[in-house]
């Protein structure tokens, strides 16, 4: 057999689809019979990819992401093969450039604004050569832990270990700082390890990440909830800068006749049991049936990214048949589109226009009623709202219903019992946002708990531009110190 030959852009795609596949020691061992060609490949297409950047001098791509990565100069250094400089360059903007390449919607930010693809040539695909840079980088141990010039006696808690905690940390931690991360789960990573399924963020990806922070002197104490098992004066008394870096956790509700039906299910308990699986956890709910797809008809409810993570674990836990209701069409959907093609190549049927009215069963749901719905005029957000078409009911046969309609802040001034603490009508935390500090003095915020549900990309870039404010903050609190002394 001509191996080469079969290295084709259709062989990428087949190797990835099979990536995915729950029979893994097959997968591998297909991976492994082109393994040394696979790698050419892939080098190859990165470095054909990086040479495609025109170098046009008006870098769209890099005004539209939100590091403001400077992405012509790292394609241009990965075209010439000068992966350590590249990699580095990527680094002085991003913690972890390698998870963005994984799981960035670039066709809303770098890549959508490529002036390439703009000219209908194709974008270059930025994310990947990202990825490859940054992987690249692991496998030949370029990235080390960070060795600090010169401690600094003054310490920061950090709640929350998820990409805005994780950047933060990192950020201090270089200047000197003594850096102390408290989160409520086991294991370090926020949504980025129980959230983003396996199969668009490997979690060897994040672990190592996380590893390589520990290695650096920053602590982790996992398993403390803050709010219970420490009030946030505690923290403000013991550091001398604390940020808030929680998320937004509170799932959004469908409250209609038989919601409280047994095997309906939030989107994160479906997703964190699969994750923990994939980790390697015992997961009873998991074991026993209750949150295995396999061979059950699904159905999620909810048309953004979180619905798409939860039809595309479904189908490749072996569910019997997956459907996802969306009660405007394809075009309004506020996921993204890459994200809606993947699920229908992989099987997901999408009922357009559809509303869910009623869970059905006695016990456990055995069925939904929805109705249809058509596209009204546009709302104040612009978008078409949908109306329901009268006796338009139908039922859908239904053994594990996801409610995945997005999510909200927790209520944290109650959860961290400190009613000083201002948050916004939204419930996320009011900051100034030149600042990122909160009402209270020496207490910052960053990433999803400020925006609301976002992206990790700009958790990131919260996360840092809060260490650059701490760090002012703490320098000029010292230097009052010293001015009073
Ligand atoms: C299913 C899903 C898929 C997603 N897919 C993508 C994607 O493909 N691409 C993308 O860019 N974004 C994606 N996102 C969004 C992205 O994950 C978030 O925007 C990002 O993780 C926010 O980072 P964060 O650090 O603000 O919060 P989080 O990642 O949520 O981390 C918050 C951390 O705070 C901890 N915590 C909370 N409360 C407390 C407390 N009281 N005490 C101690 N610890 C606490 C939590 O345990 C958690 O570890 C997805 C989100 C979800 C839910
Ligand atoms: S961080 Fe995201 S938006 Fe920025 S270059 Fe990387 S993939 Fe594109």
């Known amino acids: 057999m001509n191996k080469k030959k079969i290295m084709t852009d259709k062989m990428l795609k087949f190797v990835k689809i099979d990536q995915q596949n729950p029979n893994k020691r097959q997968v591998d061992k297909r991976i492994d019979d082109f393994k040394e060609i696979y790698e050419q490949f892939i080098h190859d297409k990165a470095k054909e990819q990086s040479s ?25 250094l990965a075209a010439e093969g000068r992966l350590r400089e590249a ?74 270990s998820g990409p805005a905690g994780l950047a933060c940390a990192e950020e201090l931690r270089k200047m000197g700082y003594q850096v102390t991360i408290y989160d409520r789960y086991d294991r ?32 982790f104490h996992q398993k403390i909830e803050i709010g219970k098992d420490k009030t946030l004066k505690e923290l403000n008394e013991k550091h001398d800068a604390v940020l808030i870096a929680t998320g937004v956790y509170k799932p959004r509700e469908v409250n209609l006749p038989g919601h409280d039906l047994k095997n309906i299910f939030p989107a994160m308990e479906f997703l964190t049991a699969s994750n923990r699986k994939g980790l390697g956890d015992k997961v009873e709910n998991f074991e026993n049936g209750t949150l295995n797809a396999e061979n059950k008809n699904v159905v999620v409810i909810g048309g953004g990214d979180t619905a798409m993570d939860c039809v595309r674990t479904a189908i490749r836990q072996n569910a019997k048949s997956v459907k996802c209701i969306y009660r405007r069409d394809k075009e309004n959907m506020p996921g993204s589109t890459r994200e809606v093609n ?54 859908i046969k239904v053994d594990i219903a996801i409610k995945a309609l997005g999510f909200d802040p927790e209520d944290l001034p109650k959860l961290f019992n400190d009613s000083n603490l201002l948050v916004s009508k939204w419930g996320t935390i009011k900051v100034n946002m030149k600042s990122m500090e909160t009402n209270i003095a020496g207490v910052f915020a960053a990433g999803d708990i400020v925006r609301g549900a976002s992206l990790v990309v700009w958790a990131i ?25």
């Not at 050569?129 to 060795?147: F, H, L, Q």
């Not at 990573?189 to 920053?218: A, D, H, M, Q, W």
């Not at 016990?363 to 709302?379: A, F, Q």
């Not at 870039?461 to 002394?485: C, F, M, P, Q, W």
């Open 188 to 219: 370090p990573g926020g949504l980025l390890i129980y959230g983003i399924p396996n199969f668009k963020l490997e979690k060897f990806v994040v672990e190592r990440r996380t590893k390589l922070l520990k290695e650096s002197g920053i602590k």
């Open 52 to 76: 495609r950047c025109s170098q046009c001098g008006v870098p769209f791509c890099q005004i539209h992401c939100p590091l403001n990565n400077n992405i012509p100069d790292w394609l241009k």
């Open 461 to 485: 870039r919260d996360g840092r531009d809060a260490a650059s404010s701490i760090h002012s903050y703490l320098e000029n609190k010292t230097l009052k110190k010293i001015k009073v002394a």
């Open 342 to 395: 993947n699920a229908e190549e992989e099987g997901i049927e999408f009922i357009w226009l559809s509303n869910p009215k009623k869970f059905i069963g006695s016990e456990k749901i055995s069925s939904l009623l929805v109705e249809k719905m058509k596209l009204g005029i546009p709302d104040s957000s612009g978008r078409k709202k949908p109306e329901p078409i009268p006796n338009s009911d139908f039922e």
């Open 87 to 160: 990699s580095e360059l990527a680094h002085s903007t991003n913690n972890m450039p390698e998870v963005c390449g994984r799981i960035c919607p670039q066709d809303r930010l770098c890549e959508g604004n490529c002036v390439i693809e703009k000219s209908g040539h194709g974008t270059v695909t930025i994310g990947s050569v990202e990825k490859y840079i940054t992987d690249t980088a692991w496998e030949k141990g370029w990235i080390r832990p960070i060795k600090v010039k010169k401690e600094i006696d003054l310490s920061v808690g950090i709640i929350g």
